[in-house]
């Protein structure tokens, strides 16, 4: 049975970065099938697609977070991670890792994490 | 401001139906861009309802479908249930951001 889990602290200090990383169980990051996402959802609000890393490496972003954004995939290929740089209360949301179905037409999340709270205050 | 606009609410009876709106535009769905749907109940994470347009993931009941039309889509719900009370989303990709967009929500309300 897949499963993703994010960890990562809960509180960002504002114009520090927040860091968080994605374990992926039951399946590999380096199946040719997938995109591994990160989606938030600020409170009470919708949801917002961040950006997402293919297993190759190669990584698209949201135009509106891509100049403070990084996802990147681990070495052991069993986690990836968000690094968003220069927080703002603005940032403060439930992050959640997603694994997508991406083909020419169709992309969608089939599978995710539970989420987690990032509070950016000081 | 969504990419894809639904309404904010909708409300309905039990055993009755309803369905969900989804208006994109020829970026997205009238590109030809599939639709997407999910269900998100109180304090838990989005679930995949419907994919590519009318297609429902195994475990989800033939109560749910979807239907996809021009530059709009819409989920319709049967034989509603008080289980069904949550936040519903629609999805597609869309070609000037270059990556999946999201409408805003709708939440359901069983009477």
């Known amino acids: 049975q897949v499963q993703l889990q994010e960890s990562g602290p809960g509180l960002v200090t504002p114009s520090q970065t927040l860091s968080l990383t994605c374990t992926v169980s039951?399946?590999?990051?380096?199946?040719?099938?997938?995109?591994w996402s990160w989606v938030r959802q600020h409170p009470a609000k919708g949801l917002e697609w961040i950006g997402y890393i293919f297993f190759n490496g190669n990584a698209y972003y949201n135009p509106s977070l891509k100049s403070r954004l990084t996802i990147s995939l681990d070495t052991s290929r069993t986690h990836f991670s968000l690094r968003l740089n220069s927080v703002t209360a603005a940032d403060t949301a439930i992050y959640y890792c997603?694994?997508?179905?991406?083909?020419?037409?169709?992309?969608?999340?089939?599978?995710w994490g539970r989420g987690t709270l990032v509070t950016v205050s000081s | 401001q969504s990419v894809l606009t639904q309404p904010p609410s909708v409300s309905g009876a039990p055993m009755q139906r309803i369905t969900i709106s989804c208006t994109g535009s020829?970026?997205?769905?009238?590109?030809?861009?599939?639709v997407h749907w999910y269900q998100q109940l109180p304090g838990t994470a989005p679930k995949l309802l419907i994919y590519g347009n009318i297609n429902r993931p195994s475990g989800v009941p033939d109560r749910f479908s979807g239907s996809k039309s021009g530059t709009s889509a819409s989920l319709a719900i049967t034989g509603l249930q008080a289980e069904d009370e949550a936040e519903y989303y629609c999805?597609?990709?869309?070609?000037?951001?270059?990556?999946?967009?999201f409408g805003g929500g709708t939440k359901l309300t069983v009477l």
């Open positions: 020829s970026s997205n769905i009238g590109a030809g861009y599939d």
């Open positions: 999805q597609s990709y869309d070609s000037s951001l270059s990556g999946p967009v």
């Open positions: 997603a694994r997508v179905f991406g083909g020419d037409l169709f992309w969608y999340f089939d599978l």
């Open positions: 039951g399946a590999s990051i380096n199946s040719p099938n997938y995109y």
